[in-house]
């Protein structure tokens, strides 16, 4: 178990509709990271929070936005969900940033009809 | 652009035999991270490096700054370490992650 809670584990919509996911991170973290991985292009890193402000982003849609609230979970939130939306997210943690160990969370699958 | 490169892209061993899976990348680094990701979907961090060399049981990690390549090993190798696995690497300043397309191994009993 590495500390880091996702939900839902997984997500069936349709497209155009909008979803959010969730994550606590490890306690005492204060980095939360999102990545996207899809099946032709592998993990991708979305964006990053550190203590509540965003610290990075990477191939992160304009549809899509994040934020980190003061006790430290992170939501992401997908809108106008189309078809090529559906990958797993996870949502990693960690003390420091990307220099420091990570803490995976087990994946939120989400599956766009 | 950081480009990273992963070989081979898939490794069947016999239990037991030594393996090894080589990450190369293309920029200077801070670090780079190997991550196990299993059947299930969840993905594990191994190690997270930025000299030299680290050892966790059977799994050791190396890496050459100067020829931008690392490698993982595993000894002794056993069915369960069957998952695919995943190099990332980190810029320097405060560029994200870029990871490899990944390694699926898996070791026959």
């Known amino acids: 178990d590495s500390g880091v809670t996702q939900t839902p584990k997984h997500l069936i919509t349709a497209t155009g509709q909008r979803v959010t996911l969730r994550c606590s991170p490890r306690s005492g973290d204060l980095s939360v990271y999102w990545y996207q991985q899809s099946l032709d292009q592998g993990l991708q890193f979305l964006i990053q929070y550190y203590n509540g402000e965003e610290r990075a982003k990477g191939n992160i849609l304009e549809r899509f936005s994040a934020q980190q609230f003061p006790d430290l979970h992170s939501e992401l939130n997908l809108s106008s969900l189309e078809l090529g939306d559906s990958a797993l997210y996870f949502c990693?943690?960690?003390?420091?940033?990307?220099?420091?160990?990570?803490?995976f969370g087990e994946g939120s699958r989400l599956t766009v009809l | 652009k950081n480009e990273v490169e992963q070989s081979p892209q898939n490794l069947t061993a016999q239990e037991g035999e030594f393996i090894t899976i080589n990450c190369s990348y293309s920029v200077g680094i801070s670090a780079l991270h190997w991550l196990q990701q299993h059947p299930g979907g969840g993905i594990v961090s191994l190690f997270m490096l930025s000299s030299g060399k680290k050892k966790h049981g059977r799994l050791i990690a190396t890496i050459n700054i100067q020829e931008k390549h690392s490698s993982l090993h595993i000894t002794a190798s056993h069915p369960r370490d069957s998952a695919v696995y995943i190099c990332a690497v980190l810029g320097s300043g405060n560029t994200p992650l870029v990871f490899g397309k990944g390694t699926r191994l898996s070791v026959i009993a």
């Open positions: 990693a943690s960690s003390f420091f940033g990307h220099t420091g160990e990570l803490f």
